[in-house]
T-cell receptor, first 116, second 115 residues
């Protein structure tokens, strides 16, 4: 079982560069999420999607974009990287919304991004 | 302002003893709570959850207690094992049909279980 796969695992970007963090899941989950975790902090939601073609902003969407053209993939795009975007990024998926018992999220291993 | 608070950044217990991790929340609209465990360089993994209509949920060595009047929940691990050493995140979901995309996380508590 691959579960949720994130690539790359590590990346160093220069200020102003752009990149796409890839996320794929093979569990046929409808819901997918992008979180970031800053040092000593909890995870904060960037964007989420409840199905192919549908995306919505989370708590901290500024500086990011997403798309959901297929059920399996949910890439996160950084257009103009800034030092404030230095963080660990986690992608997650779930069968249904969080508040349905049994519908816990499965997380990827994370992408550690440093912007210098 | 933090809606989910884990006030103890770290906890150290002896193998075989009980570990109690605490979590407080401020939003009375939260009605579903989850605990996630995270090892270094890995993503969080789901541990246990509880709905607001219950005050206790048990799964093997893990039990979550919910006190709605105090807006407090706790995770008990009995007996604690060295493999339980990880960061534990408390998370909450706002009412059904609400901000369904937003699972609000606490900052985490790092549990160390010593042999």
């Amino acid at each position: 079982n691959a579960g949720v796969t994130q690539t790359p695992k590590f990346r160093i970007l220069k200020i102003g560069q752009s990149m796409t963090l890839q996320c794929a899941q093979d569990m046929n989950h409808n819901y997918m999420y992008w979180y970031r975790q800053d040092p000593g902090m909890g995870l904060k939601l960037i964007y989420y999607s409840v199905g192919a073609g549908i995306t919505d902003k989370g708590e901290v969407p500024n500086g990011y974009n997403v798309s959901r053209s297929t059920t399996e993939d949910f890439p996160l795009r950084l257009e103009l990287a800034a030092p404030s975007q230095t963080s660990v990024y986690f992608c997650a998926s779930s069968y249904s919304s969080w508040d349905r018992p049994g519908s816990q999220a499965f997380f990827g291993q994370g992408t550690r991004l440093t912007v210098v | 302002d933090q809606q989910v608070k884990q006030n103890s950044p770290s906890l150290s217990v002896q193998e075989g003893r009980i570990s109690i991790l605490n979590c407080d929340y401020t939003n009375s609209m939260f009605d579903y709570f989850l605990w996630y465990k995270k090892y270094p360089a890995e993503g969080p993994t789901f541990l246990i959850s509880i709905s607001s209509i219950k005050d206790k949920n048990e799964d093997g060595r893990f039990t979550v207690f919910l006190n709605k009047s105090a807006k407090h929940l706790s995770l008990h691990i009995v007996p604690s094992q060295p493999g339980d050493s990880a960061v534990y995140f408390c998370a909450a979901v706002e009412g059904y049909g609400g901000s369904q995309g937003n699972l609000i996380f606490g900052k985490g508590t790092k549990l160390s279980v010593k042999p």
